[in-house]
């Protein structure tokens, strides 16, 4: 399928009109963060090889990088299984946390149980 609006239509939104991307770093499959596209953020991303999401606290859209430098080029866009949700596969520069660390899952341990320890 080679139109854009045609893989566009195969994403599922949520009531709101976003859709939940995961985004990964494309080498090392690192978890980056997590956050929101629209269809026009989507339509985007896959035509510009630059990730672009909608903002739900500021309503509107983000290139990621444009204010900070730490930019996401887009090595790879994947819809899941129920096509409600996105991975994004990106080459990022810099973190990608607007903490400033690496990835916005680096801070908080919730202690799970490992369920592949011997017990």
């Given at each position: ?27 090392t499959r690192e978890v980056l963060m ?84 011997s017990t």
């Amino acid at each position: 399928m080679s139109d854009v609006e045609d893989r566009i239509s195969l994403v599922a939104f949520n009531s709101d009109g976003l859709a939940p991307v995961i985004v990964q770093q494309w080498d090392t499959r690192e978890v980056l963060m997590l956050a929101w596209m629209d269809a026009e953020a989507l339509r985007r991303t896959l035509t510009t090889g630059r990730a672009v999401y909608w903002s739900r606290s500021r309503q509107e859209y983000w290139r990621k990088g444009d204010t900070s430098g730490h930019i996401q080029v887009v090595r790879e866009a994947r819809l899941d299984c129920d096509g409600d949700a996105i991975l994004l596969r990106v080459d990022q520069t810099g973190p990608a946390c607007h903490t400033g660390t690496r990835t916005c899952f680096d801070t908080t341990d919730l202690g799970a149980v490992d369920g592949g320890a011997s017990t």
